[in-house]
């Protein structure tokens, strides 16, 4: 999952490879099944959108107006693990 999302961050300032694993790691110990392939193969743009910026913007007033870059190109990355995990895998990563 992290290294489907890891590409180019420059256009958004400050926006670092600590902050996304930081994202990932907060989504999957507030609940590992978000992670799980079958909510991968489906997942939108906005809710993809409000996991990375959580660890960024912690309030929600200050991530108003920032959009992660490529966030469609990632949500879509995302969709193809889920859907590759489910086709292949038996929906498992491990």
């Known amino acids: 999952v992290l290294d489907a999302l890891n590409f180019c961050f420059w256009p958004l300032p400050g926006y670092e490879y600590e902050h996304l694993a930081g994202a990932i790691k907060a989504v999957a ?4 099944t978000l992670l799980g392939a079958e909510n991968l193969a489906k997942i939108d ?3 993809l959108q409000n996991w990375l910026l959580a660890s960024f913007k912690s309030n929600e007033e200050d991530r108003k ?4 870059p490529g966030i469609e190109e990632r949500a879509r990355f995302l969709r193809e693990v889920g859907c590759a995990l489910l086709e ?7």
Do not use: L, M, S, V
Not at 65 to 68: A, E, N, P, Q, S
């Open 88 to 94: 292949d895998f038996e929906g498992k990563a491990t």
């Open 29 to 32: 110990e507030r609940d590992p």
């Open 65 to 68: 107006g920032i959009t992660i």
């Open 45 to 47: 743009e906005e809710t």
